[in-house]
């Protein structure tokens, strides 16, 4: 009796690790749409262990009441149910992850409505948001995946709840001094600050609305910075329902502003609907927290405990991630001053206002970029990180490189086509989804210049992300950030030379050299680490893949031409390269999945099984 108890604390204890995980990623997903990218074979008889322990693990998770029951029928009444626990699991997982997906799609939405606007907005918008975004990253957003969500746990308990109480409202009064100070002291700063560096290559009517543009935005961190720790412990309290959305009401906050701004904005406030719409984002994102925090009892405490032990336990967990975050944030205002100040690219003809369309192309190349990295890195994260870390803290390295390996071949299975495919789509796929109302001919030209020479590292980020995370899996955090500060040195050695000839073509490309050094040198360290990881079994599946991918880029590139040249689609706007789009890209992608289970790439059945069984219909 007293072992079969220790085993269903034991699990409940695992599967309230995985619930802290996926709350993780949740808070993650907070700014991805702002953000630049990130700076994200074996033979058959080898892979069938790691492939059934992935499995097999889905299927745990869909235990049911009545299986457990039948096997371990000696557990008292009073003790919780382990399968009853993981449904619960599951469910609070998958609401993290659709308020995820969510804010995705409402991110999505968000720039298609920015583009609309035109250059001439969506430029200084742009421009103005980064110093606001880097601050709260740095100040608070950075710290909630690595210090406030695992500090949060240790007082999550009911008898601990007041001092848990105590401890975030003591972070969250902070935070409210520290960027209202930060705020006012930036709204002296920011003309001098765009003159001189972040937007000086702005005409003047550019320049001087996006200060406006940004001394509106930078107040928004009044809220967003008690909102991120607000959320962090109302996931740490395992409240998910209305917080898991509540990232979701940033992006709407702009939509909204965004377009009332645009039918009215004349009249009442200019143009400032747009910025004025950051601000109601984040009341709306603080608002959806009231009911999780009414359900949790968790109201405003008016503290400021300076010396209590969890605040420094927070700024130790914090303090190299911090490190890191401050020289990505410097690279990334370094990246805008290049950008506004880039001239026009040589292959597009007809821009009158270079730097606040160049700048307007990298952000839209770049959503379309994180889409794919952000669904694979998600998937990744949750088939994967478990697996890993289970291999490590058992010392089981062969077991732990076989895994990395699957995880490698898995990213390059669906990131190479999706490489491919928005090289070889991208001109539809930028007109589909951003060319209308006020978003230019050139424009078009230019995103897909940037998208092109961003996709690059589309291959390398699952691989670079599967390296972090098995860095981490052997509690090794110091390696990445290290290698995250050497890599600047790929984006610097291609940039600096070439940035005032090339344009915004190079500074895409700068970026993808960053990313590709990243991983680069963080596989060699792991091999040093780790002796050989036998990447020579890969061969065979990467041949498969790539040779799959050549023919899908021929089906794309032959429909494409067909449908442009042979019909009059390209003739009628959205619909029309909406037509080519779906064409094009659902045949040559139907082409490629063929290609790979003819060739009998394993990993396409290992994902066909894993999704089953997460689906439980299997």
Not at 222 to 228: D, E, H, I, K, W
Not at 358 to 377: E, K, N, Y
Not at 478 to 503: D, E, R
Request: charged fraction near 15%.
């Amino acid at each position: 009796m007293s072992k079969r108890k220790n085993n269903g604390n034991k699990q409940k204890n695992i599967d309230q690790a995985k619930v802290k995980a996926v709350s993780q990623e949740a808070q993650e997903a907070v700014a991805v749409v702002e953000a630049m990218p990130l700076s994200v074979t074996e033979p058959a008889a080898e892979q069938v262990p790691v492939a059934e322990t992935i499995i097999e693990e889905a299927e745990d998770k869909e235990t049911g009441p009545e299986e457990v029951a039948a096997s371990d029928i000696e557990v008292s009444e009073e003790q919780p149910r382990p399968g009853g626990e993981r449904r619960e699991i599951v469910r609070s997982a998958s609401l993290v992850m659709l308020g995820n997906l969510g804010s995705s799609v409402m991110g999505m939405v968000r720039q298609i409505v920015v583009a609309g606007t035109g250059a001439g907005v969506s430029g200084p918008f742009f421009a103005a948001l980064t110093p606001a975004q880097n601050f709260n990253d740095f100040l608070i957003n950075g710290s909630v995946s690595g210090a406030l969500i695992p500090t949060f746990n240790d007082y999550a308990a009911p008898e601990k709840r007041e001092e848990l109480r105590r401890i975030v409202f003591t972070i969250v009064n902070l935070i409210l001094l520290i960027t209202a100070l930060a705020s006012v002291a930036f709204f002296f700063l920011a003309p001098w600050l765009f003159d001189t560096f972040l937007a000086s290559g702005y005409t003047a009517a550019n320049k001087a609305l996006t200060i406006r543009y940004s001394q509106i935005i930078f107040f928004s961190l009044v809220g967003l910075g008690p909102f991120a720790v607000l959320l962090s412990a109302l996931y740490a309290l395992k409240e998910f329902g209305w917080p898991a959305f509540a990232t979701a009401s940033y992006h709407l906050g702009i939509i909204v502003g965004a377009v009332v701004g645009g039918i009215i904005g004349n009249h009442f406030f200019g143009t400032y609907g747009i910025a004025l719409g950051v601000l109601l984002g984040v009341i709306g994102e603080i608002v959806l927290l009231i009911p999780g925090m009414h359900n949790q009892h968790f109201r405003y405490k008016l503290v400021l405990d300076l010396k209590h032990p969890a605040l420094r336990r927070i700024l130790l967990l914090y303090a190299p991630v911090a490190f890191s975050y401050l020289i990505t944030s410097a690279l990334a205002l370094f990246d805008q001053s290049l950008a506004t100040s880039a001239p026009c690219a040589m292959w597009v003809q007809g821009l009158t206002d270079c730097g606040v369309a160049d700048l307007s192309a990298m952000r839209f190349a770049t959503t379309l970029i994180q889409f794919p990295q952000g669904l694979v890195g998600a998937a990744l994260s949750f088939a994967v990180l478990p697996t890993l870390t289970s291999h490590a803290r058992e010392g089981q390295m062969e077991r732990f490189k076989e895994t990395l390996l699957l995880g490698f071949r898995l990213g390059l299975l669906l990131m190479v086509p999706a490489a491919a495919g928005l090289i070889t789509l991208r001109t539809p796929i930028i007109s589909a989804i951003f060319e209308h109302h006020n978003f230019a001919p050139q424009q078009v030209t230019l995103t897909a210049l940037a998208l092109q020479n961003y996709a690059y590292q589309l291959p390398f980020l699952p691989i670079d992300q599967l390296l972090i995370m098995a860095f981490y899996a052997r509690k090794n955090t110091i390696i990445p950030v290290t290698v995250g500060v050497v890599s600047v040195l790929g984006y610097l050695v291609v940039a600096l030379p070439f940035w005032q000839t090339g344009g915004i073509p190079v500074l895409a490309f700068a970026n993808t050299m960053q990313n590709v050094l990243h991983a680069v040198i963080l596989f060699v360290l792991l091999r040093r680490t780790l002796g050989s990881l036998h990447v020579r079994n890969m061969l065979p599946a990467i041949g498969k893949i790539l040779l799959s991918t050549v023919v899908m880029i021929a089906v794309a590139w032959g429909l494409l031409t067909l449908l442009q040249q042979a019909t009059p689609l390209a003739h009628y706007g959205f619909v029309g390269q909406l037509v080519i789009l779906v064409v094009a890209g659902g045949l040559a992608a139907g082409v490629y999945f063929g290609g790979v289970l003819l060739l009998k790439v394993e990993e396409v059945h290992l994902l066909k099984g894993a999704l089953l069984a997460k689906l439980g219909k299997k």
